[in-house]
């Protein structure tokens, strides 16, 4: 054993996942082995050319604050930012971001190197070295061994991926890529469940061939960003999304392929996302509607390849081309890659810790979408979790786990875990108990301290974060205490639709009217602006806002908080490991079996394992020794 | 020890005792209680005094009195539970003690889940494994069966009348959520006027459910019926009367009875709950004027006033006596009880038969010491009471965690329709309906989770 061959922890795959939880272990101190099947395709974005969206973008808010990079390389790598939902409440506000793809794996490529504990290793894992129930390190497809504390897994789509192209079906993790094989095997073998499960891409179109002159733009935000810490130097030139449709005539040329389909006749039959169809399963869930939006996004300043959101499909090439020609704006367009399906083997998540440690061997975590979830985001936020973990644990610190009522991040990891998948995971708002107060504007507010607690988010840019924070709170003492004169607002009030003042009236009962806004009133009103601290212009939207947003819920946030707090003390009490859920009779059947099975880390988490009653709760809380 | 809520439960046996004990438990079971306790020591309250000790006092809610009660004060860990414990011995009436913890859930208090108490005294170390296993047992089966004894309880369409609109909730919400996760464009899935007048019927449901609560609570433990009249009229003696026994202290000096008695009896098959009270007479006497303050207080209480006049007096002091208690007495039943008929003179009978009475009013001729036409009396108390609101398929809410879930439910309905006249945005609806579906699924044994997503499934399509 050759001390080149040795490392803290070794990361298998450089996708989202795997890079975050390389570069978070490495930040963290450890010596961190990344071994990618080719090195020129480091996190790559092998589907959508785009970072964010709904809940999406409180994740990656959420993992900047931390102090992962997903939300730095996006920033470099934009070409459109949209802050989506801006006309509903904070809590629905999602920055979502077009990214030239070629850039954001250069950028993820650089980030890496730049960190000399990073090691890079170009080569295909088929085995873990496994020692006593211990993962000690891994062997490459030509038996070269590498040791360590620890492994992440992180293996995406690549475990026995088979793609579908119609009746086409070849071997492979990615169109022209190869799929890596002898893992599944050996974690089953182990005691690992895995599974299929099924996703699909849409065709990639030239830009030249596209007639965009009859097509709806959609444009962009300029100066707003991901990154709560990190200013941008460089921005790309900015792009627009274009909006088409399909029609009757798309739809008929595109039924006249679903006798080849291989999600009709057969071939494929695991589990694909309900959320999002393929264009074929649309046209079939949603037989009355003659028409579907697509959008047409940009994949890089230097490419020409636009990716049609909306049309994922696994139908045969021909069949494709011949759709799309009826598609408006599209008469001409030439396909570069056709659409396809992908099936892929993922492990069942409720053999995972929190910390996405298995419970199975020791020192071996899985994160991303080996775990059944979908997204870059989702995988990102796992990978992050695990590289800390990870480090944390050969430490031999306390592990870091974030709870529902903290973060998407530990809804995601908690779903995941406790309930497992039974479809490709996606973070929804919906998913969260506490949404409102899971907002990507105060995604620092929850996490910035804890990132730096445990070392990952250094000591500079937590000082950003405490720069801004006592801001807002000397801004909004100095809200509710400040008051204006009638003549100082009303012209402003009556402007905007909101009745005038007749008495001097506290700043703060202005801004909290529903229809008023506190950058607009400041904007307009240097007096006003002048009787507040000054805020440096580039923080001065988001410390405004943060302001707002705490003033104008108030009401809401609080009765949030403070139904989050009835559930934390839940939380707080361990039950891992301390039950033979099997002998105690006077817990149901199910609940038996169910607890058994996920054996949960905390009471409030066996309260959501599905099937498990409130009255086992109490039978267990009942039990529980102290 | 992790911060739990104080909780609160009646904890002698269901049912009317000498006295019963209602026990709050948690770190601000001491706070709780001084909020409704009152020594009539200037000055004491219950947060300064040593634990193991016995407190003597009033139980007040706002300026009523609701009871005389002894307190017993323990703090943590040597109590039952291990934390800080209040145990508060009132008088045994049902109604006194559903006041009671009422009030204290009103300042704060949670009402306790069945068992516990025990639960919180085994996670602090209070007890050994084998004691709790035996109480979790216990638990696991009282609580299935309470569950369906409150089904049954909740016949006819109540509990599928509940369902109905919580599935049609659901699906609201599940169109609300909808337009949050699935679409950037401001599309509307959910209908906001369909969902305002969905939210309306629930409201609706819901009021008559909290309103019947009351009703149950009649049924249950009786109809109020509270008897005044000026001193010395024969009160007591009616209710003894009544009563059939020897209840009411009855003496021929004016003021015997000091407190409001009470007492329940039932008169062919309809629970009536009496109070007698101290004679409505101006008195110096401090003793006295108490009660007379109490017997006010009770008359905004019952559901039927029966005045008692004493038909030997002079007509102008009865006459007096009736246009005095009519201004007290709005909208219950006002019964006019003529006692020593025996005793009046025809003039006196002609006067009285003369009163021009509303339609809440009526006039009855009795001689109590000789229970003579003590069943006149009877058929017009039955008949006050609209018995015609309590048919069989008639859904009345008794359990006072279904009025509690009903109550929540109903402000989280409140808000989601206030919220939907004044057009906000969905997620904020979304708390709200949520809220609501939590509430009405506790009562119907249903639960949320992932309920919302599922639904969701099956109407959207993916925008971005």
Redesign the interface.
């Known amino acids: 054993m050759s001390f080149q061959n040795e490392y803290d922890i070794i990361v298998v795959g450089a996708g989202h996942a795997g890079c975050e939880a390389a570069s978070a272990a490495a930040k963290m101190g450890s010596n961190v082995l990344l071994i990618t099947l080719d090195i020129n395709r480091i996190a790559q974005m092998s589907c959508n050319p785009?970072v964010g969206?709904?809940?999406k973008g409180q994740i990656v808010r959420e993992i900047d604050a931390l102090g992962g990079m997903m939300g730095k390389i996006t920033d470099q790598s934009t070409l459109q930012f949209r802050m989506?939902?801006r006309?509903?409440?904070p809590?629905?506000w999602s920055p979502?971001a077009q990214c030239d793809k070629i850039r954001f794996s250069e950028y993820w490529r650089i980030e890496l190197q730049n960190n000399e504990r990073v090691s890079f290793w170009q080569g295909s894992v088929v085995e873990l070295i496994v020692d006593h129930d211990k993962v000690i390190g891994v062997i490459t497809e030509i038996g070269i061994k590498f040791y360590s504390k620890a492994v992440i897994l992180t293996n995406g789509t690549f475990l026995n991926g088979l793609l579908h192209f119609g009746q086409n079906r070849m071997k492979g993790g990615r169109i022209s890529e190869p799929s890596s094989v002898g893992l599944t095997e050996q974690l089953i073998n182990c005691g690992f469940v895995a599974g299929r499960m099924k996703t699909g891409t849409p065709p990639r179109l030239d830009r030249r061939t596209i007639d965009f002159e009859m097509l709806d733009e959609q444009v962009g935000e300029v100066g707003n960003k991901f990154s709560f810490y990190y200013r941008n130097e460089t921005v790309l030139p900015q792009m627009n999304c274009h909006i088409t449709y399909t029609n009757e005539a798309v739809h008929g040329e595109l039924e006249k392929g679903f006798k080849d389909s291989p999600m009709f006749d057969g071939t494929i039959t695991s589990l694909g996302p309900?959320?999002?169809?393929s264009i074929e399963t649309?046209l079939v869930?949603?037989n009355e509607?003659n028409s579907?939006?697509l959008?047409l996004e940009p994949e890089g300043v230097d490419s020409i390849e636009y990716y049609l959101?909306?049309f994922s499909t696994s139908l045969p090439y021909e069949v494709q081309e011949s759709a799309i020609k009826f598609i408006p704006g599209l008469e001409h367009a030439k396909i570069i890659r056709p659409g396809y399906a992908i099936e892929y083997d993922f492990f069942d998540p409720t053999k995972l810790l929190h910390t996405l440690e298995s419970k199975i061997l020791n020192n071996l975590y899985l994160a991303g979408q080996i775990n059944g979830t979908t997204g870059y985001e989702e995988a990102g936020a796992q990978g992050l979790m695990a590289g800390i973990n990870a480090n944390l644990k050969i430490r031999e610190l306390d592990s870091f786990v974030l709870l529902r009522n903290q973060a998407y991040v530990g809804v995601l990891i908690d779903d995941l875990v406790t309930?497992g998948v039974d479809e490709p995971y996606r973070m929804?708002?919906?998913?969260a108990?506490h949404?409102?107060i899971l907002r990507q504007d105060n995604a620092d507010e929850r996490l910035s301290a804890l990132g730096y607690s445990i070392g990952l988010l250094p000591e500079y840019l937590f000082n950003v974060y405490l720069k801004k924070s006592i801001l807002v709170n000397t801004i909004f003492d100095q809200v509710a205490n400040v008051s204006v004169k009638p003549e100082i607002v009303n012209d402003f009030l009556i402007a905007n639709d909101s009745a005038p003042i007749r008495y001097k009236t506290k700043l703060y009962n202005i801004v909290s009217r529903?229809n008023i806004c506190f950058k607009d009133i400041l904007e307009k009103n240097t007096f006003l602006k002048g009787k507040l601290e000054p805020v440096p212009s580039e923080i001065f939207s988001e410390v405004i806002e943060a302001v707002e947003v705490r003033i104008k819920y108030a009401g809401?946030i609080s009765?949030?908080n403070s139904i989050a707090d009835?559930i934390k003390?839940l939380e707080?009490?361990k039950i891992e490991n301390k039950f033979d859920y099997s002998t105690i009779?006077?817990?149901s059947t199910e609940a038996r079996q169910k607890l058994q099975k996920i054996n949960p880390e905390t009471i409030g988490q066996a309260g959501?394992i599905?099937g498990i009653?409130p009255?086992d709760i109490?039978?267990l809380?009942?039990?529980?020794?102290? | 020890m992790f911060d739990s809520p104080t909780i609160c439960a009646i904890s002698t046996p269901a049912g009317i005792g000498g006295i019963a004990v209602i026990r709050l438990s948690g770190a601000e079971a001491i706070q709780i209680a001084d909020t409704v306790f009152h020594s009539p020591v200037k000055g004491k309250f219950l947060s300064e005094q040593v634990a193991n000790t016995l407190h003597f006092g009033f139980i007040l809610k706002g300026k009523e009195t609701l009871d005389e009660v002894v307190v017993g004060l323990f703090r943590a860990p040597h109590s039952y539970t291990g934390e800080d414990v209040v145990e508060i011995s009132c008088h045994g009436s049902l109604f006194v003690q559903q006041q009671i913890l009422q009030l204290l859930i009103d300042q704060g208090a949670i009402l306790a889940q069945p068992g516990e108490f025990t639960q919180r005294a085994f996670l602090n170390g209070k007890m050994d494994l084998s004691q709790a296993e035996a109480v979790a047992d216990l638990i696991a089966s009282g609580n299935s069966a309470a569950h369906r004894v409150a089904m049954n309880q909740m016949r006819g369409g109540f509990s599928s009348e509940i369902k109905m609109l919580r599935d049609q909730l659901l699906h609201f919400t599940s169109l609300v959520e909808l337009e949050l996760d699935f679409s950037e464009e401001d599309v509307e899935f959910a209908d906001r006027t369909q969902l305002i007048a969905l939210s309306r019927k629930v409201e609706s449901l819901i009021k008559k459910l909290t309103d019947s609560f009351r009703l149950g609570n009649v049924i249950k433990n009786g109809i109020p019926v509270a008897i005044v009249g000026e001193t010395n009229v024969g009160k007591s003696t009616l209710l003894n009367a009544l009563l059939n026994e020897e209840k009411a202290i009855v003496s021929d000096i004016h003021g015997t009875t000091r407190d409001v008695i009470e007492d329940t009896v039932n008169l062919n098959g309809v629970l009536f709950r009496f109070f007698d009270t101290a004679g409505l007479r101006q008195t110096t006497e401090p003793i006295e004027s108490m009660g007379i303050e109490r017997s006010y207080q009770k008359l905004e209480q019952a559901s039927i006033v029966l005045l008692v006049l004493d038909v030997t007096s002079p007509l102008d002091s009865i006459l007096t006596r009736i246009a005095a208690i009519r201004k007290m007495v709005t909208s219950q039943k006002l019964i006019l009880v003529a006692n020593k008929s025996d005793l009046a003179t025809e003039e006196t009978r002609y006067n009285l038969s003369e009163v021009k009475l509303t339609k809440n009013e009526s006039l009855v001729f009795i001689a109590a010491k000789s229970k003579d036409n003590l069943a006149a009396l009877i058929r017009e108390m039955q008949s006050a009471v609209s018995l015609e609101k309590v048919q069989s398929e008639d859904v009345i809410v008794t359990n006072i965690r279904h009025y509690e879930a009903l109550t929540k439910a109903q402000e989280a309905i409140g808000r989601t329709i206030a919220g939907l006249e004044s057009n906000i945005s969905g997620e904020f609806l979304s708390q709200d309906i949520r809220e609501c579906l939590f509430y009405l699924g506790s009562i119907t044994g249903q639960i949320t989770t992932d309920e919302v997503l599922g639904n969701i499934f099956k109407h959207f399509c993916i925008g971005k």
Do not use: D, W
């Not at chain 1, 309900?274 to 169809?277: A, E, F, L, S, T």
């Not at chain 1, 929804?428 to 998913?431: G, P, Q």
């Not at chain 1, 809380?621 to 102290?626: A, C, D, K, N, Y």
């Open positions: 785009a969206g709904i809940a989506l939902n006309s509903k409440g809590a629905m979502r309900r959320y999002c169809p649309k869930i949603f509607k579907h939006q959008y959101n909306g309930k929804f708002t919906s998913r108990e949404r409102l529903p809401y009765r949030e009835k003390r707080s009490i009779l006077s817990l959501r599905p009653s009255n109490n039978v809380l009942i039990l529980l020794g102290r």
